[in-house]
């Protein structure tokens, strides 16, 4: 067994003990949530698995995969863009809300890698309404509204 399948078997089983513990809790409300994350995670981990034990080559080196020596700068500015963004995601949720930010959020940041407009509305729509679904809906938990919305009295 190679080094690249530990991981997924230690989520195989973070996730399992997970799902456990949440089949013990009282209410259905309680109870679907970590299911569904756990399993969703459950699943890809097993996926990582299976794809992980199939490959018999050689691990990747960084030089096959087209990086240099000396390319820090770039994967500092890398991780930089990408810690703006979730500093940018929380932002939004905290100004306008869960339902306006994660809509315009998923649209802006499919937009900003190429996505064409229709597909990046489409999809920041998908993700508000899955989440209203999920978690208004079905768990009857209450999303935060934002602070411009909570001001312009458009929330209770």
């Known amino acids: 067994m190679t080094g690249g399948v530990y991981i997924p078997i230690v989520f195989i089983v973070v996730m399992g003990v997970t799902m456990g513990i949440a089949t013990t ?10 299911m569904l994350v756990a399993g969703i995670i459950m699943l890809l981990a097993i996926v990582e698995l299976v794809k992980g034990l199939r490959s018999r080559a050689a691990p990747i080196t960084p ?9 820090e700068k770039t994967d500092l500015r890398g991780s930089l863009v990408q810690g703006a963004w979730m500093v940018g995601f929380l932002l939004v949720i905290y100004l306008v809300g869960f339902p ?15 996505t064409r407009w229709p597909t990046a509305i489409g999809l920041g729509v998908f993700m508000a309404v899955l989440s209203y679904v999920l978690f208004s809906y079905l768990v009857e938990a209450e999303l935060y509204p934002g602070i411009i919305v909570r001001s312009l009295g458009l929330a209770g």
């Open 100 to 114: 306006v930010g994660i809509a315009s959020f998923t649209a802006m940041y499919a937009r900003a890698h190429k």
């Open 63 to 71: 030089k096959e995969v087209g990086q240099t020596e000396g390319n």
């Open 25 to 34: 809790y009282p209410y259905l409300q309680a109870r679907i949530v970590p």
